[in-house]
């Protein structure tokens, strides 16, 4: 594959202890790709560093979120095809031939799926796990690692969700969500994260409720129905149970029953109109 037509992302914040080794071995390797730093609002020497290694940088003059420095990459870049990754040392650059082999069997997304013992800690193991899972059952592909952020993509198709993609941490899920939405092909191949060097910028308990809100984002992206329509009859079950032991008691119908029985109906319409509006969402995309 030509480098000119290759762009590698990297976001960055405060990430002064490897950014510039992780420039430097990127460059090493593609000599001709265009790298671009973004650096989000750092308080130390992340652009010194980065700029002294080769690279592009790109100032946010204040922290915007890990999402936005992604878009601001992806809008930046001046390759065909774009890899994103992070600038803290747990991704190798060694790896991006890999992806690029991936790339030229005809996907349009290929994610890096971090193996057993890449996870920062066992708690966000379990929850990635809960991820890949549940995204598993809403696309009916398997989805072997959600919120990777190690991933190539072409520049042209990325951008088309560009204006989908929050500011903050969920930049990677729904990329991938969206993408398998459209139609598009999305691939995986094992790697191996390293531990990242410095102090990582996810907060369990703040970013944990965030990462929580993610799992009703990917049913209303991806099909909302799926979401809306378990809790539908959840409602209609609970009220046709409670429905039978009136009656069978007391030879009544119970206005419990009646309001549980009308909430399935308003959540049934409410999931198949979000169907009809996520439908026209990727209607030049289907």
Do not use: C
Request: hydrophobic fraction near 45%; charged fraction near 15%; proline fraction near 3%.
């Amino acid at each position: 594959m030509d480098q000119n037509f290759l762009s590698i992302i990297l976001p960055a914040k405060n990430e002064a202890g490897a950014v510039g080794s992780t420039v430097a071995g990127i460059r090493s390797l593609f000599p001709k790709a265009q790298i671009v730093v973004v650096n989000d609002g750092s308080t130390d020497a992340t652009a010194e560093l980065a700029a002294a290694a080769g690279a592009e940088v790109i100032n946010h003059p204040y922290s915007k979120g890990n999402g936005a420095a992604i878009k601001t990459g992806a809008r930046a870049a001046r390759g065909e095809i774009i890899v994103f990754m992070d600038a803290d040392g747990q991704h190798n650059p060694a790896d991006i031939p890999r992806f690029l082999q991936k790339m030229e069997e005809g996907y349009d997304m290929v994610v890096g799926a971090r193996q057993a013992g890449s996870q920062a800690s066992v708690g966000r193991g379990l929850a990635n796990g809960f991820y890949n899972r549940l995204a598993s059952w809403m696309t009916g592909q398997k989805i072997e690692d959600l919120t990777s952020g190690f991933r190539a993509v072409r520049a042209g198709k990325f951008r088309e969700f560009l204006y989908l993609l929050p500011n903050g941490f969920s930049y990677p899920t729904t990329s991938t969500m969206a993408f398998f939405r459209a139609g598009y092909g999305v691939a995986y191949i094992p790697i191996t994260a390293e531990k990242r060097i410095g102090q990582s910028h996810i907060h369990l308990i703040k970013d944990g409720i965030r990462f929580l809100l993610i799992i009703f984002k990917i049913g209303t992206l991806y099909s909302p129905l799926k979401i809306f329509l378990p809790v539908a009859l959840f409602h209609f079950g609970v009220g046709l149970g409670y429905y039978i032991y009136t009656y069978t008691e007391f030879s009544r119908l119970s206005l419990a029953s009646v309001f549980l029985w009308s909430a399935a109906v308003t959540i049934f319409l409410i999931g198949l109109v979000s169907e009809q509006i996520t439908q026209l969402m990727y209607k030049d995309k289907l």
